[in-house]
């Protein structure tokens, strides 16, 4: 009779235990289970900073990738094949077909032709410097040449191969049996005929054109209309540069233009029917530019006859004008030209044409037998001719001395006359003009009398109020506004300054420094700018912003996609946006991480977003004080942040852009951010943009939950989530309370 009572407190006990004991394995699971961590980039691969060849003085002179030099039997071998149609089903196609040298290594048709006569789905890409490209196919459907080689080679409605054999048949070839066991231990194989092929497509390199030798140095090199028509293309009013940077003028990305489809009824969706990338749909492959002269038609489906067009095309802002229902890349923001800025921009587009004599020669058989292409007219070549001045004299060298240009004259005509270690110095005026500064070495100076400086006025016309690429350049004491770019665009260049510049409504950017290594930027006072008063991006350090007031832009202070800045003792207002460190996908820069914003007074950023529409910086909500997306090792400390209406600090992803099954280029976690010993005072009052959406209220500090290892150290600050993980926490207790906000994050969405 005494033993029931025993029995049910021992069932009692089983029914506590289980869950109790479920509860530990979950919390163990929690804490101790690997959390997600972006794969490190290696050092090589990161892009970002000035990427200078040897030697180099400006940023023109950027290096070249570096790419393995190709084995020269393989590539002599793979030349026979490129040009032998012994590879195609019907004996009757080859490379060569598609890829002729007399058409800029493409074809000519809108479309390449398929081997029944039938028009393919999209043009023939050129194959100049392909060896450069990082991945292949208008939707980069292959990694490598080899990869590549193999998709035409064998498509029934291309060259249509059996691989056995087309082995089988060159084989019985004793001249490619010779060179096959030359060039491979195992002799023919599919697998070789693809690394021949690729080995020769490595060789068709084009780095002599008129523009290399410009950016070498010999400035007679471009003619006056392709001078003027480079700094159409490098300015902020069509950003042409920005996508086709030099050398080999494309950034290997995708952009969604909103090109007219052929046929509105099947649209080819680019990209996104590859990967779901980011902004993937309707997105392709960015063409290098290297004798793009050669390879009309234009754009995936050749739609475009002429460059004429193409130009239109990005004038009218992209694919909408033209019907598309499409949001554009944010670069693609339309512009105005005048027939001689589009002449002349096209005529920069003919000195990029350089066609190597032993690259472009057909040979007169090949070890089949069977008859090659021969060669063809290319109208365009008459086009591209043009006379050459005589070579630039730098002159003789002298001691540095000071250019003094007085009101009423051309700044331009003083940078001109410069050698590296002269300086300009302005006086107080009004001048009318954009600067393009490609010497390196020079020292640009406005001379200040009290209130009085040197303005530069653009007129709500010009693009940019200085355009430069020298290294060692250093600005300062002058006055820019009403300019529709940027005020000062530097690119490519090392060793940077701009002090004591005043910024107002300069368009895009106000102080733009892009690609750059070692920069400073210090004593300034910028306004009025639709996207980032002071923007460093694409940038190694050391990279300094100091004593700088920036006030009324959309952003206050930018970091994009860079490493090793430092941030501190600015005043940051009545911006949208303070201060952001943001690491964003397709850009040269794959990296943003080390970057220590400090001693910066950041008050009062609930300017309404002025933002362009399709742009990132237009989904920054009004009341933002600093906001930290995907970056890496940022430490914000003793700042103070304070009447911000939305948030004080915000940590956050990509994927607050993005949706989760997005495939980035990039990590796109934000991970080791430390938040710590700041001043907080009255944010989060009345949240804006996605966190008002979203029924949320505002706090000194936001975290979407992204990043395992994040920390916060602000007792006394309002923080939302209810709970941040600390600098000391253990790991374990970190990883227990991301996965908790990460299974809470996942309900929510």
């Keep these: 009779m005494t033993q029931q009572p025993v029995r049910r407190r021992r069932w009692w006990r089983i029914l506590l235990g289980v869950p109790l004991l479920l509860i530990c394995a979950i919390s163990t699971a929690f804490a101790f289970l690997p959390a997600p961590e972006d794969t490190p980039i290696p050092l090589e691969l990161q892009g970002g900073g000035a990427r200078q060849g040897e030697r180099a003085t400006t940023g023109l002179q950027a290096a070249w990738p570096e790419v393995t030099a190709p084995d020269s039997q393989q590539a002599a071998l793979g030349k026979l094949l490129f040009y032998d149609p012994i590879l195609s089903a019907n004996d009757d196609l080859s490379c060569a077909s598609c ?64 691989l056995d054999e087309m082995v089988e048949q060159l084989r019985a070839i004793p001249e490619y049996e010779r060179r096959f066991a030359e060039s491979f231990t195992d002799g023919v194989t599919a697998e070789n005929v693809a690394a021949s092929i690729a080995a020769f497509e490595r060789t068709l390199l084009s780095q002599d054109a008129p523009f290399d030798r410009f950016a070498q140095g010999d400035f007679n090199a471009l003619t006056p209309a ?16 920005e996508c086709h940077s030099w050398p080999t003028f494309s950034n290997n990305t995708f952009a969604a233009l909103g090109v007219p489809d052929t046929n509105p009824e099947n649209p080819d969706l680019g990209q996104v029917e590859v990967v779901n990338g980011p902004d993937s749909t309707r997105a392709f492959r960015t063409p290098g530019l290297r004798n793009v002269a050669l390879s009309a038609p234009y754009m995936h489906n050749g739609i475009f006859a002429t460059l004429e067009e193409v130009v239109d095309f990005y004038a009218n802002g992209g694919g909408p004008a033209f019907g598309v229902d499409i949001e554009p890349d944010e670069f693609i923001r339309g512009f105005t030209l005048t027939e001689q800025q589009t002449s002349d921009l096209v ?3 003919y000195a990029l044409t350089d066609e190597p ?37 730098a002159g003789a060298a002298r001691e540095p001395q000071t250019i003094i240009v007085r009101a009423g004259e051309s700044i331009q005509a003083a940078v001109d006359r410069a050698m590296p270690g002269d300086t300009v110095l302005v006086e107080p005026g009004e001048y009318h003009e954009t600067v393009y500064v490609d010497t390196a070495g020079l020292t640009i100076k406005g001379r200040v009398n009290g209130e009085e400086r040197p303005w530069l006025d653009g007129g709500k016309v010009l693009s940019d109020g200085f355009n430069t690429t020298g290294d060692d350049f250093t600005l300062e004491g002058f006055g820019i506004r009403d300019y529709i770019g940027n005020g000062v665009l530097t690119t490519g260049a090392e060793r940077v300054v701009y002090r004591d510049i005043i910024v107002q409504d300069a368009g895009l950017y106000g102080l733009y420094p892009v690609e750059t290594t070692d920069v400073l930027i210090e004593n300034t006072v910028v306004s009025g700018i639709a996207d980032a008063g002071i923007y460093v991006g694409q940038s190694r350090g050391p990279i300094i912003v100091r004593n700088n007031v920036v006030f009324e832009n959309v952003t206050g202070i930018e970091i994009e996609n860079s490493t090793n800045a430092e941030v501190y003792d600015n005043h940051a207002y009545n911006n949208t946006g303070g201060i952001l460190v943001f690491l964003l996908p397709n850009n040269p820069s794959k990296v943003g991480y080390n970057t220590r914003v400090y001693n910066n007074l950041i008050e009062d950023n609930n300017h309404p977003n002025f933002g362009a529409p399709n742009s990132t910086v237009a989904k920054v909500p009004p009341g933002t004080g600093i906001m930290i997306m995907t970056a890496d090792n940022t430490e914000v400390f003793g700042n103070t942040i304070r009447n911000n209406q939305t948030f004080g600090v915000a940590l956050t992803s990509l994927y607050t852009l993005y949706g989760r099954d997005t495939v980035f280029d990039l990590g ?38 992204e990043g395992w290892n994040n920390s916060f150290d602000e007792p006394g600050a309002t923080v939302f989530p209810p709970v941040l993980p600390g600098r000391t926490w253990p790991d374990p207790a970190k990883r227990f309370l991301w996965r908790l906000y990460d299974v809470a994050i996942g309900m929510l969405l």
């Design 347 to 349: 005529a920069f587009l």
């Design 357 to 393: 004599s032993d690259l472009i020669s057909i040979p007169e058989s090949v070890p089949s037998g069977l008859p090659v292409v021969t060669a063809e007219e290319n109208s365009a070549r008459a086009l591209v001719e043009r006379s050459a001045a005589a070579p630039f004299e």
């Design 226 to 241: 392709q001078r003027r028509g480079f700094d159409v293309f490098r300015s902020a009013q069509t950003r042409c540069f």
């Design 668 to 705: 796109p976690l934000p991970e080791n951010n430390w938040i710590h010993d700041n001043t907080f005072e009255n944010n989060g009052y009345d949240a804006q943009g996605l966190v008002k959406e979203l029924g949320l209220d505002g706090a000194d500090i936001m975290w979407t939950g």
């Design 99 to 162: 890829h002729h040298p007399d058409r800029g290594f493409s074809d000519g048709l809108p479309v390449a032709q398929g081997a029944h006569g039938e028009a393919l789905r999209r043009n023939a890409p050129s194959l100049w410097n392909v060896a450069y490209a990082t991945s292949l196919f208008w939707d980069g459907r292959a990694a490598t040449l080899e990869e590549q080689m193999l998709v035409p080679l064998t498509n029934a409605d291309e060259m249509g191969a059996n």
